[in-house]
């Protein structure tokens, strides 16, 4: 099993990731060929909250 404080600061890295990302994104004025990885990251958002959450409650 791997060391929770990695687990943690996993989805903390992958939270600024994703959320810089969709900023990012959103500033440039939304360019189409981003489309996809933004329309991923915003389907994976739950997803990781549930893995965060799960990381910190351990």
Sequence with gaps: ??????????????ALSMLSFL????L???PPALR???LADLLFLPVLAFAG???FSA
């Excluded at 099993?1 to 992958?14: E, F, I, K, Q, W």
């Excluded at 900023?23 to 959103?26: C, G």
């Design 53 to 55: 959450w799960r990381a």
């Design 36 to 38: 996809t990885i933004a």
């Design 28 to 30: 440039a004025g939304a």
């Design 23 to 26: 900023l990012l994104y959103w």
């Design 1 to 14: 099993m791997a060391d929770p404080r990695v687990r943690r600061l996993a989805s903390v890295a992958c």
